[in-house]
């Protein structure tokens, strides 16, 4: 997105690539179309009001491009981005026009990250939010147990948060992200990237106990995780956390590595976290936008998939619910198969009868791998000599001669 701001009278002969004046109007509605007008919070108000200058921009107006930059400033004094275009604004009505920024005093990579967070939000609201209502992640194949998931889209800068419905995910917020200084794809301590894959957050830490580098508080998540550690990813300390109390928003990419809400989006998403059912949070590269039709369809294959492997177990046919595994990559390498098949092997010759009850506590596909997904579940057990219940967790992934095979089961 680039924004020429104009002195007035100057010509508009290129006014055919901005938005129309009512514009403004419908844009800020689809911003706000998601949120019920009861719920909307501080964070929600900053964006529109932000957008709402740049739409004024946009459309050639700086009289009321000053007069909204100028409330936004009052109201939110920390706002970089307001001090940024207002002084852009008053420049532009007294010269020739510039650029976002092309005269301001800032070093280059601060203005490049208040430049970028203007894009980030800008394209959110011109090229995501129309479709909201019709389309979700396909990473949510089945929340199951879940009240809430978080997924972020960090290449687009945005963190959704939806709740468990009645048949669908469902959308309660969005908000701006940042991310790592080095964006994402995390390998080893210290890269300053974010991780892409499936976790969970298990813990609260209150603002006021740690720097204020940390904002209002922070939630940390459990990375590295099963597939990260087979991977040999090092590092720690992946927090979702709030901004330091000089800012209102961070750059998209200025974090050692966490995923990084502003303190008022902080505080709103902290109602939706649940610690001891550990919500789970997708941090994705990027995310795939499917149809509903869409959704269902996936959700049955996988559930499919699922079906297939519980009835071979309980058939007591070995050979082929050992099929299900892969030799090669069974728990992340192949030296620990053999062993296992068989004593898997010698339990079933045992066994008279085996009945299988999988109550799904998540279904995700998981990001930045291909065709690769994670069920949780609690296993509910019962044979002819033993009966049991165990939280599992497998790693499902299709090979090279397009079967699904597990990869991963403890």
Same mark, same amino acid.
């Given at each position: 997105?680039?924004?020429?701001?104009?002195?007035?009278?100057?010509?508009?002969?290129?006014?055919?690539?901005?938005?129309?004046?009512?514009?403004?109007?419908?844009?800020l509605?689809?911003?706000?179309?998601?949120?019920?007008?009861?719920?909307?919070?501080?964070?929600?108000?900053?964006?529109?009001?932000?957008?709402?200058?740049?739409?004024?921009?946009?459309?050639?107006d700086?009289e009321?491009?000053?007069?909204?930059?100028e409330?936004?400033?009052?109201?939110v004094?920390?706002?970089?981005?307001?001090?940024?275009?207002?002084?852009?604004?008053?420049?532009?009505?007294?010269?020739?026009?510039?650029?976002?920024?092309?005269?301001s005093?800032?070093?280059?990579?601060?203005?490049?990250?208040l430049?970028?967070?203007?894009k980030?939000?800008?394209?959110?609201?011109?090229?995501?939010?129309?479709?909201?209502?019709?389309?979700?992640?396909?990473?949510?194949?089945?929340?199951?147990?879940?009240?809430?998931?978080?997924?972020?889209?960090?290449?687009?800068g945005?963190?959704?948060?939806?709740?468990?419905?009645?048949?669908?995910p469902?959308?309660?917020?969005?908000?701006?992200?940042?991310?790592?200084?080095?964006?994402?794809?995390?390998?080893?301590?210290? #890269?300053?990237? =974010? %991780? !892409?894959?499936?976790?969970?957050?298990?813990?609260h $830490?209150?603002?006021? *106990? /740690?720097?204020?580098?940390y904002?209002?508080g922070?939630?940390?998540?459990?990375?590295?995780?099963?597939?990260?550690?087979?991977?040999?990813?090092?590092?720690?300390g992946?927090?979702?956390?709030?901004?330091?109390?000089?800012?209102y928003?961070?750059?998209?990419?200025?974090?050692?590595?966490?995923f990084?809400?502003?303190?008022?989006?902080?505080?709103?998403?902290?109602?939706?976290?649940?610690? #001891?059912?550990? =919500? %789970? !949070?997708?941090?994705a590269?990027?995310?795939?936008? $499917?149809?509903?039709? *869409? /959704?269902?369809?996936?959700r049955k294959?996988?559930?499919s998939?699922?079906?297939s492997?519980?009835?071979?177990?309980?058939?007591?046919?070995?050979?082929?619910?050992?099929?299900?595994?892969?030799?090669?990559q069974?728990?992340?390498?192949?030296?620990?198969?053999?062993?296992?098949?068989?004593?898997?092997?010698?339990?079933?010759?045992?066994?008279?009868?085996?009945?299988?009850?999988?109550?799904?506590?998540?279904?995700?596909?998981y990001?930045?791998?291909?065709?690769?997904?994670?069920?949780?579940?609690?296993?509910?057990?019962?044979?002819?000599?033993?009966?049991?219940?165990t939280?599992?967790?497998?790693?499902?992934?299709?090979n090279?001669?397009?079967?699904?095979?597990?990869?991963?089961?403890?």
């Open positions: 997105m680039m924004m020429a701001l104009r002195q007035p009278g100057s010509t508009r002969a290129d006014q055919s690539r901005f938005l129309p004046v009512m514009a403004l109007a419908t844009a509605l689809l911003l706000l179309g998601s949120i019920n007008a009861s719920a909307q919070n501080s964070g929600v108000a900053y964006e529109a009001e932000v957008l709402a200058i740049v739409t004024a921009i946009q459309n050639g700086l009321q491009a000053l007069q909204l930059a409330q936004h400033v009052e109201a004094p920390k706002s970089r981005i307001g001090h940024l275009l207002k002084a852009d604004i008053l420049l532009a009505m007294s010269s020739v026009p510039v650029d976002i920024g092309a005269r005093d800032l070093p280059s990579e601060a203005l490049h990250g430049k970028q967070q203007i980030n939000r800008w394209r959110h609201l011109k090229e995501t939010s129309a479709m909201l209502d019709n389309k979700v992640p396909a990473s949510l194949l089945d929340i199951g147990k879940h009240k809430h998931v978080i997924v972020t889209d960090m290449e687009a945005r963190l959704y948060l939806y709740r468990n419905g009645e048949k669908y469902e959308l309660v917020r969005d908000y701006y992200l940042s991310v790592g200084s080095q964006g994402f794809g995390k390998e080893l301590e210290g #890269d300053n990237k =974010t %991780p !892409v894959g499936v976790y969970s957050i298990y813990k $830490i209150e603002g006021k *106990e /740690l720097p204020d580098l904002g209002k922070a939630y940390p998540v459990n990375y590295p995780n099963r597939f990260d550690r087979s991977r040999k990813r090092t590092g720690y992946i927090w979702l956390h709030g901004t330091p109390s000089n800012t928003a961070r750059a998209p990419w200025a974090s050692e590595g966490c990084v809400l502003s303190n008022d989006d902080l505080l709103d998403i902290e109602q939706f976290i649940d610690v #001891d059912e550990r =919500t %789970p !949070v997708i941090l590269d990027s995310i795939e936008w $499917i149809s509903l039709a *869409e /959704l269902d369809t996936r294959q996988f559930m998939i699922l079906s492997w519980k009835q071979d177990w309980e058939s007591l046919n070995t050979n082929a619910y050992l099929d299900h595994y892969s030799q090669e069974f728990n992340f390498s192949g030296k620990g198969f053999r062993p296992w098949a068989s004593r898997k092997q010698q339990i079933n010759r045992s066994k008279t009868f085996v009945q299988i009850d999988l109550d799904i506590e998540s279904l995700f596909l990001p930045g791998e291909e065709d690769m997904f994670i069920v949780q579940y609690k296993q509910r057990y019962l044979s002819n000599n033993y009966a049991g219940e939280n599992k967790e497998q790693y499902w992934q299709r090279k001669r397009g079967r699904w095979k597990i990869i991963y089961e403890g």
